[in-house]
């Protein structure tokens, strides 16, 4: 089965589609994998799902997410897919984080404007021995935010897989 665009699956929180090539991509909601003190489920974001989380990452974030459907054999990416209403799309890297069982924060990724108009930064890359994995990402405050005016919007966590130029 080719899904065109993707599906949302089991409690409308997974996203799915295939590639070309038939590895699965997959895409965690927020409001289902990121835990912050103080947020808004916000439904007003052109989002595959129904809401997105608005706020609350000023003091930093916790993602606790776990994957189902990953192809094996297979090298993803792991990037967090967010949105923010600054005039400066794609070219600044707002998120300092870290993997439960590291010891340092990294900086993320330069963000890439997606088609459909969301950020996505890269935060690490896996090889898939199986379908299901738990991962912990710890979030630090944003750190270069220059105006409190800025508002983010995350709309998950995405399982992509590596796609190598021949």
Known sequence: MQFP???????GNTWLSKLKNGKVCEVISATKCIYVDSLVHDD???SRFSNVINGGLHNGFTVKVRSQFLSLKTAYTIS???KHNGTDHGTHMPFKFKLDEQTDYFNSCMAHVRDDGWLMTELCQFTSYKREHDLQIHFLPLFNIT??????FL???EFRPVQYIT
């Open 80 to 82: 967090l897919v967010f």
């Open 5 to 11: 665009k993707g599906v949302l699956v089991g409690d």
């Open 44 to 46: 007003t974001q052109d």
């Open 155 to 157: 709309e998950g966590v």
């Open 147 to 152: 105006s409190s005016s800025i508002q983010y």
